[in-house]
């Protein structure tokens, strides 16, 4: 007997997330393991009367593929990703990786390689989702890894899932439309504003949102949601900001990141760990040195870390910045083949002012 919360995850991604439409060609990419989900997908894209493709994936694979390729195979991208790309109408990622570690022995550089041969489509992808020409969902499996690296049982995780997701909501649609509410409220209060400032024992910095748009991410992009984030002004940023959550980046943890600004651009990093990954990776290109979106998590009900990128950012009372690509729909003109959040708390002795006026408190909002 199917999980009655897995049918309903379904629909809030078809229905939702992607409002899959008669005609539309949905591509959905996902992990061997998601197939119960995949299943449900499949049933609603079909009854939304739209037209489905599937591919189905693997990390094991994937690391074997990065740890083999000769460069040429590694600078080599699939034609059909690229015809997937410029054409598709929904796009819907469904992760459940065998082992969250599996890419990390592989060298650095041939994932910078492997990166650069992925430019383009990058750019395209960015430049539909920003037109809204491309609707597009990323969310989660429950699988062993994932809860084994939330250090939870199987059990456990699903119900932290289903209730991150409000999957175990008979309305999980109604939920989401009151986290858009709430936070529509917030960027209308940000809208024509200049100047932010965030002072606390994790950060002194201060940054430009001139010009540019705070995005409301209230579950059409990633499922589950809650957060508010724009992209910065790229050279406006000044200060520092240490991260006291682990910064995880394709299959490497980093921990107690430290970056100092200079007009936007990282001049000095550090890191307890894996500081040579962090170096590496911040001179992957031109712009993975500047930051591509500033993020407020509002999604209270996720209360813990879990090393998954997807909920961790969302984390009520933290933000979070990203290194390399921004969001054109926000206003953000750096190109990078990177996109790396990070994360960091903001519940203590923390305050963000707008334009002087006090925005955000030990991890609340208050205007």
């Known amino acids: ?29 996902a992990n061997w393991q998601s197939v119960p989900l995949v299943k449900e997908v499949v049933t609603y894209i079909l009854r939304a009367g739209g037209n489905p493709s599937v ?56 994932q910078q390689i492997r990166n650069q041969a992925y430019a383009k489509w990058t750019e395209i992808y960015t430049k539909r989702s920003a037109l809204r020409e491309l609707r597009w969902v990323m969310t989660n499996y429950p699988c062993q890894a994932l809860a084994q690296d939330a250090e939870m049982s199987l059990a456990d995780y ?48 201060t940054l430009s949102i001139a010009g540019r748009k705070f995005i409301n991410s209230d579950g059409d992009q990633n499922m ?61 290109d031109e712009g993975s040195r500047f930051v591509g979106e500033l993020g407020i998590g509002t999604n209270y009900g996720i209360s813990r870390f879990t090393k ?12 979070h910045l990203a290194l390399g690509n921004g ?9 990078s083949s990177i996109h790396w959040d990070l994360i960091t708390d903001a519940t203590k002795e923390t305050e963000m002012h707008v334009d002087g006026e006090l925005f955000y408190k030990d991890g609340k909002f208050v205007a």
């Not at 998954?308 to 933000?319: M, P, V, W």
């Open 55 to 110: 591919t189905l994936e693997s990390s094991d694979l994937n690391e074997v593929f990065m740890a083999q390729a000769g460069e040429a195979q590694l600078r080599w991208m699939p034609p059909l990703d690229m015809h997937m790309i410029k054409d598709v109408n929904a796009w819907i990622i469904i992760e459940a990786p065998e082992n969250t570690r599996a890419m990390s022995n592989v060298d650095p550089t041939r």
């Open 158 to 205: 699903e119900n932290f899932v289903y209730q991150a997701t409000f999957a175990d909501q008979v309305d999980p649609v109604q939920y989401w439309r009151n986290m858009h509410d709430e936070q529509e409220r917030l960027i209308s209060w940000l809208a024509g504003k200049k100047t932010i400032t965030i002072r606390g024992p994790q950060a002194d910095v």
């Open 327 to 335: 969001f054109g729909e926000a206003g953000g003109l750096n190109g």
């Open 224 to 284: 589950p949601s809650g957060e508010i984030f724009t992209s910065p002004v790229e050279e406006s940023i000044n200060g520092w900001v240490s991260f006291n959550y682990p910064a995880i980046y394709q299959g490497k943890s980093v921990e107690g990141v430290r970056l100092e600004f200079e007009n936007g651009r990282v001049v000095k990093a550090s890191a307890e760990n894996n500081e040579e990954f962090l170096l590496s990776t911040l001179d992957i």
């Open 308 to 319: 998954n990128i997807l909920y961790d950012e969302k984390i009520g009372g933290t933000f």
């Open 1 to 29: 007997m199917s999980d009655i919360r897995l049918n309903r995850l379904a629909n809030v991604l078809v229905n939702y997330s992607t409002r899959v439409k008669a005609g539309d060609w949905v591509h959905v990419n």
